[in-house]
């Protein structure tokens, strides 16, 4: 049942978003099925949303609380820890969209504490998402999709939770390039998109993928860790090493690991994309 009422939400995602071109289409269906429903404090989420917009029939609504976060990095923690030590979530503007007339819900959120923000954890309260079809996509500093997709998925066991995009904020001008292969390669845009290799075997690191990754993750505001192994893959971009890390406490953390892009271009810098915990 599940598999065949995903299968139906891909043919309409299918239609809704089909067309070569890659700009609002004419959508064949009589009413629209799909929504972008997202919460940005920032803008670099809203960035997405909007860039995922530009290529489809869809409606659009931002998230909005009553009582919006300032934008302060350290003031947001602040309100976030009391609002944790209160079991208060923010209260939210109501949304317009009826979600009961969607089929297919991209979702947007910035990682807040290693999972979706909280307006959306208040959203997700209200509102009733059984049997919609549910694609993630969100922007963080350093990482945080898989953990979020994670707590979807077990927030909203009668949704179909999808893979998800996720973008560090730092590195939005690869959003639109890394937005359009998420799309073509899991079937909401039509296109075409490279293979990708496996990750090769994890294996001891040389001095020159020490300095790679020294070089991706040195100047973060956080620490990353200290690389122990590496996996790499060779695409028509550039190298994808996959690191291994130690904490600072020199404790094994096994689970945690960096994901390093090194272009091909002339003098391209090492850039971490992503650290999955
Ligand atoms: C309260 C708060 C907590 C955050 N927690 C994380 C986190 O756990 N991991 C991470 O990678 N980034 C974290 N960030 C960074 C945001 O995810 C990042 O700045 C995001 O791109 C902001 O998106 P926006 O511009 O759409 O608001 C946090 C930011 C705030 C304000």
Known sequence: MKKISLFICMCMLMVACGGEKRETAESNIPQNKVLILFYSQTGATAAVANQIKSYMNADIEEIVCQEPYSGNFEATIERCKK??????????????????NYDIIFLGYPIWFGTYALPVASLLEKIHLEGKMIVPFCTFGSGGLESSIKDLKEQLPRSIVMDGFGIRNARMEYMQEELDDFLIRNGYLQGEVEELPEFNVQDELSETDKNVFHQACDDYQFPLGTPTSVSKRYTSKGTEFRFMTRDANDAITAKTIVYVELRNEKGAKAEFTKVVR
Do not use: N, T
Request: charged letters at 35%; glycine letters at 6%.
């Open 83 to 100: 609002e944790h030590e209160s079991g208060v979530l923010p209260a939210l503007k109501p949304i317009k969209s009826d979600v009961r």
